[in-house]
C-alpha cells in the first residue's frame, strides 16, 4: 500500500516560493505517475500538477508558468517548487500517484498559506 509524506509547506507573502517535497514507499516508484493535488477551504481536491515515468509534466492552468513539478527516482521523491504564489494557492497539498482518487490512502498534506 502506498505510503506517502508531504513536507514544505509554511507560511508566506504573495510572490514568494516555497518547494513541497513527498516521498512515496510502498509502490514501485520510478515507473509510477505522480500528481501533486491541493484542497483549498471549502473545496474539492484538485490535481495541481503531474509528472509521468518518462518526464513529461501536465499543469493546470491556474498555476503555469510558476510551479513546476520534479522527481528523483534515486529517492522516491516528488517536489513541487511553487514561485510568484499568490493568495489563491493558499490550501493543503498532496502528492499521490496521479490516478489518485477519494478511495485511494492519502497522506497527511503540507499546509501553505499566502497572505496578500
Known amino acids: 500500500q502506498v505510503q506517502l509524506v508531504e513536507s514544505g509547506g509554511g507560511l508566506v507573502q504573495a510572490g514568494g516560493s516555497l518547494r513541497l517535497s513527498c516521498v512515496a514507499s510502498?509502490?514501485?516508484?520510478?515507473?509510477?505517475?505522480m500528481g501533486w493535488y491541493r484542497q483549498a477551504p471549502g473545496k474539492q481536491r484538485e490535481l495541481v500538477a503531474a509528472i509521468f515515468a518518462g518526464l513529461n509534466t501536465h499543469y493546470v492552468d491556474s498555476v503555469k508558468g510558476r510551479f513546476t513539478i520534479s522527481r528523483d527516482n534515486a529517492r522516491n521523491t516528488v517536489f513541487l517548487q511553487m514561485n510568484t504564489l499568490k493568495p489563491e494557492d493558499t490550501a493543503v497539498y498532496y502528492c499521490?500517484?496521479?490516478?489518485?482518487?477519494?478511495?485511494?490512502?492519502w497522506g497527511q498534506g503540507t499546509r501553505v498559506t499566502v497572505s496578500s
Open positions: 499521490n500517484v496521479y490516478t489518485a482518487d477519494d478511495n485511494d490512502p
Open positions: 510502498g509502490i514501485t516508484f520510478a515507473n509510477t505517475a
